[in-house]
């Protein structure tokens, strides 16, 4: 039997009854609204660990390849928001990354993978914001009180009431006030830890500088592999799909819109970050430069007041990033949950919504508090997970989409980047394991030092 038209497999129509669509990926923003969410995905307190990834390439890979990551991810978005595009005017538009890849592929299997993938790096990331987010409460508790008691996990529990809270917003849309005010907080962590870095590299208390790599060439290796991984998952956030569901139809050319407004903001804050922690700091950077800036013994390496600003930014700026990552859970327990005849407010659909979600932030927070090694561990996903969903996804799926002829430049350039980056990815997967296994006899449930 032949196998019906793509059209009829995935019709506009479907999303008239669909609670994830109706309810939580409204299709009601303007491009500058799908700027501020894809940068609150994309640009966050991650980009403070750039410093760390040029430990471990040096100056002139470290630049190859933070901008290689940043025209490629460019590029990829652009072809997927193209291949979106193109589905919308079939008539087959398409909110979620998981449809998307099933349609264009035509392998209902893709469509498990994609979810499976989406729901690792999602709830990872969850987790590791609210983390994050319980930490600088904890640098702020010890600064204001050195003998204090508290541990982490009740940081972390004091943030998880706060996104239980937040994430009863009933819809993407709703977020983008919230991720307007993301995009401010992270220009402002930015300035604040690129001038306290500037302002120290020029004072007389200045570290010595160093910026040799590894002694060893395996050493070497796998250090420049683990950050290829870091700097590929700074810059991936396999939710675009999503985000560009919440622009009002016809979304045709309002994505590219915003990726530029993301990426203007992204060659700003990246490029300057990464560059005067790197140059005051060499390879004693450590995972966050705010680290370096408070060094465990002795005072702080900048003034304490510009300090504490930059970490009350990222803890807000923590609340939005973990909001936005939500949102793909949140649109399967509403699409699962929810009576589409029924209002979004009725108790019919608003006690399903409070339970859900509430219990999924619960579940964020415990593992948070129970991990606070998992910053390994969201490594080893993002190098599983981000790689193939932002660096080749994409580009297979507009080969398949788009079919250009095999004699082609796009088609090759499409090709090479699939396959060097898989490459990588598989790399990467390897080094973060193999940090992984050497951090291990550091970890303890439940504890209060976050290894680092």
């Given at each position: 039997?032949?196998?019906?038209?793509?059209?009829?497999?995935?019709?506009?129509?479907?999303?008239?009854?669909?609670?994830?669509?109706?309810?939580?990926?409204?299709?009601?923003?303007?491009?500058?609204?799908?700027?501020?969410?894809?940068?609150?995905?994309?640009?966050?307190?991650?980009?403070?660990?750039?410093?760390?990834?040029?430990?471990?390439?040096?100056?002139?890979?470290?630049?190859?390849?933070?901008?290689?990551?940043?025209?490629?991810?460019?590029?990829?978005?652009?072809?997927?928001?193209?291949?979106?595009?193109?589905?919308e005017k079939s008539?087959?538009?398409?909110?979620?990354?998981?449809?998307?890849?099933?349609?264009?592929?035509?392998?209902?299997?893709?469509?498990?993978?994609?979810?499976?993938?989406?729901?690792?790096?999602?709830?990872?990331?969850?987790?590791?914001?609210?983390?994050?987010?319980?930490?600088?409460?904890?640098?702020?508790?010890?600064?204001?009180?050195?003998?204090?008691?508290?541990?982490?996990?009740?940081?972390?529990?004091?943030?998880?009431?706060?996104?239980?809270?937040?994430?009863?917003?009933?819809?993407?849309?709703?977020?983008?006030?919230?991720?307007?005010?993301?995009?401010?907080?992270?220009?402002?962590?930015?300035?604040?830890?690129?001038?306290?870095?500037?302002?120290?590299?020029?004072?007389?208390?200045?570290?010595?500088?160093?910026?040799?790599?590894?002694?060893?060439?395996?050493?070497?290796?796998?250090?420049?592999?683990?950050?290829?991984?870091?700097?590929?998952?700074?810059?991936?956030?396999?939710?675009?799909?999503?985000?560009?569901?919440?622009?009002?139809?016809?979304?045709?050319?309002?994505m590219l819109k915003?990726?530029?407004?993301?990426?203007?903001?992204?060659?700003?804050?990246?490029?300057?970050?990464?560059?005067?922690?790197?140059?005051?700091?060499?390879?004693?950077?450590?995972?966050?430069?705010?680290?370096?800036?408070?060094?465990?013994?002795?005072?702080?390496?900048?003034?304490?007041?510009?300090?504490?600003?930059?970490?009350?930014?990222?803890?807000?700026?923590?609340?939005?990033?973990?909001?936005?990552?939500?949102?793909?859970?949140?649109?399967?327990?509403?699409?699962?949950?929810a009576d589409t005849?029924?209002?979004?407010?009725?108790?019919?659909?608003?006690?399903?919504?409070?339970?859900?979600?509430?219990?999924?932030?619960?579940?964020?927070?415990?593992?948070?508090?129970?991990?606070?090694?998992?910053?390994?561990?969201?490594?080893?996903?993002?190098?599983?997970?981000?790689?193939?969903?932002?660096?080749?996804?994409?580009?297979?799926?507009?080969?398949?989409?788009?079919?250009?002829?095999?004699?082609?430049?796009?088609?090759?350039?499409?090709?090479?980047?699939?396959?060097?980056?898989?490459?990588?990815?598989?790399?990467?997967?390897?080094?973060?394991?193999?940090?992984?296994?050497?951090?291990?006899?550091?970890?303890?449930?439940?504890?209060?030092?976050?290894?680092?």
């Open positions: 039997m032949a196998d019906p038209p793509r059209s009829k497999i995935f019709p506009s129509s479907r999303l008239d009854n669909d609670a994830g669509a109706l309810f939580v990926l409204q299709s009601k923003g303007e491009w500058w609204h799908a700027g501020f969410h894809l940068t609150t995905a994309i640009v966050g307190p991650t980009m403070l660990t750039l410093p760390y990834a040029f430990r471990g390439l040096g100056w002139w890979l470290g630049f190859v390849c933070l901008t290689t990551m940043g025209l490629v991810t460019f590029y990829a978005y652009y072809l997927m928001s193209k291949v979106l595009d193109h589905c008539g087959r538009r398409h909110i979620r990354f998981r449809e998307l890849a099933a349609d264009v592929l035509g392998s209902g299997w893709m469509f498990y993978v994609v979810i499976f993938i989406q729901t690792a790096i999602n709830t990872g990331i969850g987790i590791g914001a609210i983390l994050l987010a319980g930490q600088c409460l904890e640098i702020m508790y010890s600064s204001l009180f050195p003998q204090g008691t508290l541990k982490l996990y009740e940081f972390i529990a004091m943030v998880t009431a706060v996104m239980v809270v937040l994430s009863q917003l009933p819809s993407f849309h709703s977020l983008r006030h919230i991720n307007c005010v993301s995009l401010l907080l992270s220009l402002g962590y930015t300035f604040l830890v690129v001038a306290a870095c500037i302002n120290l590299g020029l004072s007389k208390h200045a570290p010595k500088r160093e910026y040799s790599l590894e002694p060893s060439d395996s050493g070497r290796v796998f250090s420049a592999f683990t950050s290829i991984s870091i700097i590929a998952a700074i810059f991936g956030n396999g939710i675009l799909p999503e985000i560009q569901a919440t622009l009002a139809p016809p979304a045709t050319g309002k915003g990726l530029l407004l993301c990426y203007s903001v992204i060659f700003f804050t990246f490029y300057s970050a990464a560059i005067s922690g790197y140059w005051v700091f060499g390879n004693s950077s450590s995972s966050n430069i705010l680290k370096n800036l408070m060094p465990d013994q002795g005072p702080t390496l900048a003034p304490i007041v510009v300090i504490g600003l930059a970490v009350i930014f990222v803890l807000l700026q923590l609340f939005a990033i973990g909001l936005v990552y939500s949102q793909v859970a949140y649109e399967i327990m509403e699409k699962k949950s005849t029924k209002g979004m407010f009725s108790r019919r659909n608003l006690v399903p919504r409070l339970i859900l979600r509430t219990l999924y932030m619960a579940f964020c927070g415990f593992m948070a508090a129970m991990l606070p090694f998992f910053g390994d561990i969201n490594a080893v996903v993002g190098a599983i997970g981000f790689i193939p969903l932002d660096f080749v996804l994409p580009m297979l799926l507009y080969n398949m989409t788009y079919k250009p002829t095999k004699k082609s430049f796009t088609y090759w350039i499409n090709m090479t980047i699939m396959v060097v980056f898989t490459c990588a990815g598989l790399m990467g997967a390897f080094s973060s394991v193999r940090k992984l296994v050497l951090d291990a006899n550091k970890f303890k449930l439940f504890s209060s030092d976050v290894v680092d």
